[in-house]
């Protein structure tokens, strides 16, 4: 019975945080893009979801007041903080320019890498750790950068109709000189020197 729990557990998970990336870019783009405003609504969220659901089943159940320790709290807390941390960085990844597609598989990519190093040390556990465990690492590193690299782009924007043509003039006195390299890549052209 608590396999299914456990299976139902991670598919909530999966679904839940797979959803964030786009529906938060969907919330920010009818926010005029704005980074600190699709905060407040996830922490709004979080205050229903996390603080007054759960506070008013243990008020129900009897439980509310007992077991409170400083250590279970502070750790708890942290712990909300890293949620929060890790919300304003997605938020700050897509109001840059990131797309869900590209940053979520990253964020999900690198994140178990993360987990993975942190339970390492906290539970002394870097002897068990093998040749097998280490090429995993890579693995999954090299499919985030996979990701990154060949994620598609989406169709280049089109030319409006309406928009006139740019025309070059020649001058006739004067030879045409090509930009150099440099002049390409900085979009800047050197002043001649006469």
């Not at 405003?37 to 506070?55: N, T």
């Not at 250590?71 to 938020?91: D, K, M, V």
């Not at 740019?166 to 001649?192: D, H, M, N, R, W």
Request: charged letters at 10%.
């Amino acid at each position: 019975m608590h396999f299914i729990f456990v299976i139902c557990g991670i598919a909530l998970t999966a679904l839940a945080w797979g959803s964030y990336g786009p529906v938060l870019h969907e919330g920010q783009h009818y926010l005029g893009n704005d980074r600190i405003k699709p905060l407040i609504c996830v922490g709004l969220a979080y205050l229903v979801v996390a603080v007054i659901i759960p506070s008013a089943i243990l008020i129900a159940q009897g439980k509310f007041t007992t077991d409170w320790t400083f250590s279970g709290f502070s750790w708890s807390f942290i712990a909300g903080t890293c949620g929060t941390f890790g919300a304003f960085g997605l938020i700050l990844a897509l109001t840059n320019g990131g797309k869900p597609w590209i940053v979520m598989p990253l964020v999900f990519g690198f994140a178990p890498i993360v987990t993975t190093i942190i339970s390492l040390f906290t539970k002394n556990l870097w002897s068990q750790a093998g040749p097998v465990f280490y090429a995993g690492i890579i693995m999954t590193i090299a499919g985030a950068v996979t990701v990154l690299l060949f994620a598609p782009k989406g169709a280049p924007p089109q030319k409006s109709a309406h928009a006139p043509e740019k025309t070059e003039e020649v001058s006739k006195a004067e030879p045409t000189q090509q930009p150099s390299a440099i002049e390409k890549l900085t979009g800047k052209s050197q002043a001649k020197s006469e």
